[in-house]
């Protein structure tokens, strides 16, 4: 059993920024890879970043430079820092946890925070 709770999301104008985290809790067992998702209307969910358990990243081209993702493996948590933000950033944002091998890999998702870019 794992829950994530998201938080961060909100309006912001373009340029701006913010940072979403998401802390997962429960019964924490050994997580793989952290990640956050994004859906925007009329369009399908898109990998936005993700880090593994070894703090190696992976990022959608049209954020390289802009976001970064990071982890702090004590609290449970992922972070991304959105930088520079574009209204073509608008979307609700999905925070997913991979569980271990050992565990099944299993893959858990919090339940998406808004984030609208506009003036």
């Known amino acids: 059993q794992l829950q994530l709770v998201e938080s961060g999301g909100g309006l912001v104008q373009p340029g701006g920024s913010l940072r979403l985290s998401c802390a997962a809790s429960?019964?924490?067992?050994?997580?793989?890879?952290m990640g956050w998702y994004r859906q925007a209307p009329g369009k399908q969910r898109e990998l936005v970043a993700r880090i593994t358990s070894g703090g190696s990243t992976n990022y959608k081209d049209s954020v390289k430079g802009r976001f970064t993702i990071s982890r702090d493996n004590a609290k449970n948590t992922v972070y991304l820092q959105m930088n520079s933000l574009k209204p073509e950033d608008t979307a609700v944002y999905y925070c997913?946890?991979?569980?271990?091998?050992?565990?099944?890999?299993?893959?858990?998702w919090g339940q998406g925070t808004q984030v609208t870019v506009s003036l």
């Open positions: 429960g019964t924490i067992f050994s997580i793989n890879t």
């Open positions: 997913n946890v991979v569980l271990s091998s050992r565990y099944g890999g299993v893959d858990y």
